[in-house]
């Protein structure tokens, strides 16, 4: 299994839908985990921390399944400024964060 | 919010030459890395540095890499004699404590070209 795996995506959406990203990983021993967006050509920005069973912050909601090694993000009445590709981290071993490819999401008016 | 600064936000160079790339990490972060991403693909990790030394490296951290803090506020990335494969965007990033449990914030990054 790769470190890291997100859904493909792009994710076309219309506003105000609620759409679910999924992120695997491979490392068991991984104790905290994050979910970073990143809009086109910019740096990474953390949106969301986890470190037990789930997080919320207004709109965003992610849960974590140790069992299954998964985590997943939902993103209620999407708006545009939602737009951007949004990437799983996960530390691995020794190296700080280990990123996913991402996956992009498009909400459309 | 404090910010990681990154100079310059484009660099365009000839294969074989040598870059540096610089970074102001925020002013009390003790962690300081380099990651690059190449257009169209993932985020990765390059090096972390911690008490003026590398903690960790990845194996994209080959001897054409090295990482300096000439002083108290400057974080270089260089590259000695640049590849055509080392066109990418490079992000600085900082950390108050060790960054596999917390927050990790990115410079704006350096977009390199080589030519």
């Known amino acids: 299994r790769k470190e890291v795996e997100q859904d493909p995506g792009p994710f076309n959406v219309p506003e105000g839908a609620t759409v679910a990203f999924n992120c695997t990983y491979s490392?068991?021993?991984?104790?905290?985990f994050f979910w970073y967006r990143q809009d086109c050509r910019k740096e990474p920005k953390l949106l969301m921390s986890?470190?037990?069973s789930g997080n919320e912050d207004g709109r965003f909601t992610a849960q974590l399944n140790r069992a299954s090694q998964y985590i997943s993000l939902l993103i209620r009445d999407s708006k545009l400024s939602d737009s951007a590709t949004y990437l799983c981290v996960v530390p691995s071993g020794n190296t700080p964060l280990v990123f996913g490819k991402g996956t992009r999401l498009s909400v459309i008016a | 919010e404090p910010e990681v600064t990154q100079t310059p936000s484009h660099q365009v160079t000839q294969m074989g030459q040598e870059v540096i790339l610089r970074c102001v990490p925020i002013s009390n972060h003790l962690y300081f890395y380099w990651y690059r991403q190449i257009l169209g693909q993932k985020v990765e990790f390059l090096v972390s540095?911690?008490?003026?030394?590398?903690?960790?490296k990845s194996e994209i951290f080959d001897d054409q890499f090295s990482v300096e803090r000439p002083d108290g506020s400057n974080f270089t990335l260089k590259i000695r004699s640049t590849k055509l494969e080392d066109s990418a965007m490079y992000f600085c990033?900082?950390?108050?404590?060790?960054?596999?449990?917390?927050?990790?914030?990115f410079g704006s990054g350096t977009q390199l070209s080589v030519l």
């Open positions: 490392n068991s021993a991984s104790q905290s």
């Open positions: 540095f911690y008490n003026n030394e590398i903690s960790e």
């Open positions: 986890v470190y037990s």
């Open positions: 990033a900082s950390s108050a404590t060790d960054g596999t449990n917390e927050k990790l914030f």
